[in-house]
């Protein structure tokens, strides 16, 4: 993949963008997200919160509190991108996303929501997941008995499944969720603490990343775009990518 100029700059927006919403939502100080190259085989890009202090800016998680009757429970929150361009070449897109909630003292999460736009591709698993990391012994064992795909791979390998690696699928490229609903839900369903105006906050990140995905989704099928615009009374010219498939991949992929 290539780093170019523009596209460390793309980054850098969206790593502004969500340490500015961080900032309004979360009352403790935070790791701030960062936009880096990493050195690897293969360069990659990838926006994920550091402390500032850190010459290696090693990947960092937010920290969530929650003020419980008997003492508080902090949880952490990982959160990793890896960015490149989308298939224009002038948009940056996310490649992968790792965002995981989970006790500050467990390794482990409880249960992390990923995205990798090449899994679906290789192995037919969804691209957009969540994958929780608690047992259940009537669900593995519905994933130990098939002779079939992922379940005969464990039987080659002589292992039993864990919950952790079902696959939930959660739209897709385009309808995954973002960074923002995983925050509200830590803030209606576990009580997390925030500041005043938070709400508003998180609703407004969650609003502009739809925004820019129906509008990668409107680059999927655009004459289907068109045609719904037209419905709705507007005028809309053919322009000069007017007759382009639509991505039919993108919108065929779990």
């Known amino acids: 993949m290539t780093i170019d100029a523009e596209l460390l700059r793309q980054a850098s927006d969206f790593a502004h963008e969500l340490n500015t919403r961080i900032e309004r939502v979360l009352p403790d100080h935070q790791p701030q997200f960062f936009a880096q190259v990493l050195a690897t085989s293969k360069p990659s890009l990838t926006v994920t919160p550091v402390r500032p202090d850190d010459p290696d800016r090693e990947a960092q998680p937010l920290t969530l509190t929650i003020q419980g009757r008997v003492r508080p429970q902090p949880l952490h929150l990982r959160a990793l991108f890896w960015c490149c361009y989308d298939i224009t070449g002038r948009y940056l897109t996310i490649e992968r996303s790792d965002l995981g909630l989970g006790l500050a003292r467990i390794a482990e999460p409880l249960f992390r929501v990923e995205y990798d736009r090449n899994m679906n591709r290789r192995n037919r698993l969804p691209a957009a997941h969540v994958q929780v990391h608690a047992h259940r012994d009537e669900m593995t064992g519905l994933m130990a008995h098939a002779d079939e795909q992922r379940p005969k791979q464990r039987w080659r390998a002589g292992r039993f ?28 369903e576990l009580g997390v603490r925030t500041k005043k105006g938070a709400w508003a906050a998180l609703e407004e990140g969650r609003a502009e990343w739809r925004r820019r995905q129906l509008a990668a989704a409107v680059r999927d099928a655009p004459e289907i775009a068109a045609k719904a615009l037209r419905e709705e009374g507007w005028s809309v010219r053919a322009g000069s990518g007017a007759g382009r498939h639509e991505r039919t991949n993108r919108l065929q992929e779990i």
């Open 161 to 188: 499944p864990r919950l952790s690696e079902f696959h939930f699928p959660v739209g897709g490229d385009r309808y995954r969720p973002c960074l923002e609903d995983l925050i509200s839900i830590a803030v209606t």
